[in-house]
């Protein structure tokens, strides 16, 4: 049934098989050595066109079981909550409402200059900006990029450095969005459990020794769980990173203009390969679909080519958009105090739950997380029953689930966090 005698002609072989469907999920392809035999060809032949496979995404290597062939992914949890709902929502993630600006007060601000093809791909006003924000809390020169948000900004930087198949260490639980990127570009995911001062070092020592070429880090307000590195451990990963100077570095700072923690330097001044991404949709809104990137020369020149093969620049309108609201010193005022609602909203809650004599840390975020010990789909129909809809926290889990409940606190008022907080109570008692 396969045939050919180099390995793009098998690969091809096989891969027009599994397009006619003679080769469906979970089918074992033959042992390298036996299709050789047949085929009358070197086993590296046949090993290169199945490795081939199975960095495409079309196979998977079971070592010592096989090569199978590879099923289509099956639909994964989206981030976002249920317009339709008839419960209070605190499953979406999403930041309160009245807290975002209202962009149209900067209409008038909108270069009136037609922008066309090769242009300035980032508008002047935001790159002056977002150099002057950022040049803090960078680990060394820096360009200054704009992508359609932070998770197209990973998975295009990613796609720079990396080869489908590839391994990516990344925070367990995760953000995600981040998770269903990783699995639809084919990238292979090494989880790095945290705690409450962020990723634990020794996971992701271990992650790098087994070859992960990129980490992912959330430096503060992890979602789903609301940590933040400490300086401690911010000094550990980067004495860990400073090792293994080749592998790719992305900051993920989704929270940085509204988080109460600090930002605890992270990457090694030996990483060759870095970027701090800086998404807008918390600030201003996530329809806005921006994010600042703040990477090193070649890593920016890599992006750049990724960007020009694609959309190859974000609006010039957006851009305009976020750089008058940034840039109004009114609006930063309505910033710090977005900041202290959010940060009262995490300790209002973890002192209501006290009061029920239950024990969390205030994270930093739009969440709170309740860890469990066994799986949330009892506790979130108790809580539907009182009238919450809350996120179950085993989606968020890399390779196995994640147990805890999720709770996006932007919505609530104080009567809600006092009626919560008892009705979490009650439900764990069940």
């Not at 998770?151 to 990516?168: K, N, T, Y």
């Not at 988080?259 to 918390?282: D, E, R, Y």
Request: net charge negative; glycine share 6%; charged share 15%.
């Amino acid at each position: 049934m396969i045939d050919g005698k180099t390995a793009n002609e098998i690969f091809d072989s096989i891969r027009q098989h599994i397009t006619t469907g003679a080769l469906v999920a979970g089918d074992t392809l033959p042992p390298v050595r036996d299709l050789a035999t047949v085929l009358n060809v070197n086993r590296n032949t046949v090993a290169s066109a199945y490795k081939r496979l199975v960095t495409t995404g079309l196979a998977l290597s079971q070592g010592r079981n096989g090569t199978v062939i590879k099923g289509v992914s099956s639909p994964v949890a989206l981030e976002g909550g249920n317009p339709d709902t008839p419960l209070t929502d605190l499953s979406g993630g999403n930041p309160a409402p009245s807290r975002l600006p209202d962009l149209s007060h900067y209409f008038a601000k909108i270069n009136k200059h037609p922008r066309l093809y090769g242009d300035e791909v980032v508008s002047p006003g935001l790159k002056t900006w977002a150099t002057q924000w950022m040049q803090d809390v960078l680990p060394g020169p820096g360009e200054i990029d704009i992508t359609s948000g932070a998770i197209d900004a990973i998975e295009r930087l990613l796609c720079a450095h990396l080869l489908p198949g590839d391994s990516v260490a990344v925070e367990d639980p995760c953000f995600l969005s981040s998770i269903n990127m990783l699995r639809y570009a084919g990238y292979s995911t090494s989880p790095v459990s945290v705690d409450s001062e962020g990723m634990q070092p020794d996971m992701l020592e271990l992650a790098l020794q087994k070859g992960a070429r990129a980490v992912i880090i959330t430096p503060r307000a992890h979602n789903p769980t609301g940590c933040s590195l400490s300086a401690i451990r911010a000094a550990r990963l980067q004495d860990i990173l400073s090792r293994y100077p080749q592998t790719l570095v992305i900051i993920d700072d989704h929270f940085a203009l509204l988080s109460a923690s600090p930002l605890f330097p992270v990457i090694a001044p030996q990483t060759k390969h870095w970027a701090v991404i800086c998404s807008m949709s918390k600030t201003l809104g996530p329809d806005l679909r921006l994010a600042i990137v703040a990477s090193d020369p070649d890593t920016s020149a890599k992006l750049r080519l990724r960007l020009n093969a694609g959309s190859q620049w974000v609006s010039h309108l957006l851009q305009d958009l976020a750089c008058a609201c940034l840039s109004d010193e009114n609006y930063q005022r309505t910033l710090v105090q977005t900041q202290q609602f959010y940060a009262s909203q995490q300790q209002k809650l973890t002192q209501a739950l006290q009061q029920q004599g239950i024990e969390l840390a205030a994270g930093d975020g739009l969440n709170l997380w309740l860890p469990l010990q066994t799986h949330s789909q009892s506790l979130a129909f108790a809580l539907a029953k009182a009238g919450w809809l809350v996120r179950e926290g085993e989606v968020f889990g890399i390779n196995a689930p994640s147990h805890g409940l999720r709770i996006t606190l932007s919505t609530l008022d104080d009567h809600d966090i006092t009626r919560l907080a008892a009705d979490i109570h009650q439900a764990l008692k069940r």
